[in-house]
């Protein structure tokens, strides 16, 4: 049983460029959720995807955007990339209306801005 | 402020010797509570779920205390292997929408021989 992945592994941006980020969940699960996570700080909740339509939204701006598919699958783009969006992007997948708070994350993307 | 805090550490632990620390959080309407380990480099994998009446698993003992809304883990024995980031975690979401985790910034453990 495959659990979330993540493509790419490590990824080099420059300023103003735009990115996508791509997430496959875990099996049997429909929500996914992307957090962003500063070096030295924990998880901050980016927003979480079900049925196609995203629920919840963290404290991000606009530039942040995403996108489930009808596998399930989740992609993450944010727009005009600042040095300050250098980070480790993680997501994570769980099924919906259980709220055991375990949600598993794959193994994330590491982005740097240049 | 942010809603979950956390003292950074790092906690330096002999080997065999028992820790504890803690986390607080600002919502009093937050639903569940748990403990999250990340290893360096790595995601964060759920360690325990935190129960207001306690809970152990094995060497781990996780309490919550709503009135003063902080949420504690000790850990007994330490391992070398117990050298993580410890994320306190409070799920504030309802449930019909699922899982929206607020992390604190983590607190770092090193076990040392």
């Known amino acids: 049983d495959a659990g979330v992945t993540q493509s790419p592994t490590h990824l080099i941006k420059t300023r103003g460029q735009q990115v996508t980020l791509r997430c496959s969940p875990k099996?049997?699960?429909?929500?996914v959720s992307w957090y962003q996570q500063a070096l030295g700080q924990g998880p901050q909740f980016i927003f979480q995807?079900?049925?196609?339509?995203?629920?919840q939204r963290g404290n991000f701006p606009d530039r942040f955007s995403g996108h489930q598919f009808p596998n399930y699958s989740s992609e993450l783009n944010v727009n005009a990339l600042l040095l300050g969006d250098s980070a480790l992007y993680l997501c994570?997948?769980?099924?919906?209306?259980?709220?055991?708070?375990?949600?598993?994350f794959g193994q994330g993307t590491r982005l740097t801005v240049v | 402020r942010k809603e979950v805090e956390q003292d950074p550490g790092p906690f330096n632990v002999p080997e065999g010797a028992t820790v504890a620390f803690n986390c607080t959080y600002s919502?009093?309407?937050?639903?569940?509570f748990f403990w999250y380990r990340q290893d360096c480099r790595k995601e964060p994998k759920l360690l325990m779920s935190?129960?207001?009446s306690g809970n152990e698993d094995g060497r781990f003992t996780a309490q919550l205390n709503r009135a003063s809304q902080y949420i504690s883990l000790l850990i007994r024995d330490s391992k070398l292997s117990d050298s993580a980031t410890y994320l306190c975690?409070?799920?504030?979401?309802?449930?019909?929408?699922?899982?929206?985790?607020?992390f604190g910034g983590g607190t770092r453990v090193l076990v040392k021989p």
């Open positions: 994570a997948s769980s099924p919906l209306g259980v709220a055991t708070g375990e949600a598993f």
């Open positions: 099996s049997g699960h429909d929500t």
């Open positions: 995807y079900y049925e196609e339509e995203e629920r």
């Open positions: 919502n009093s309407a937050s639903q569940s």
């Open positions: 935190v129960y207001s």
């Open positions: 975690v409070v799920n504030g979401g309802p449930r019909a929408a699922g899982n929206k985790l607020t």
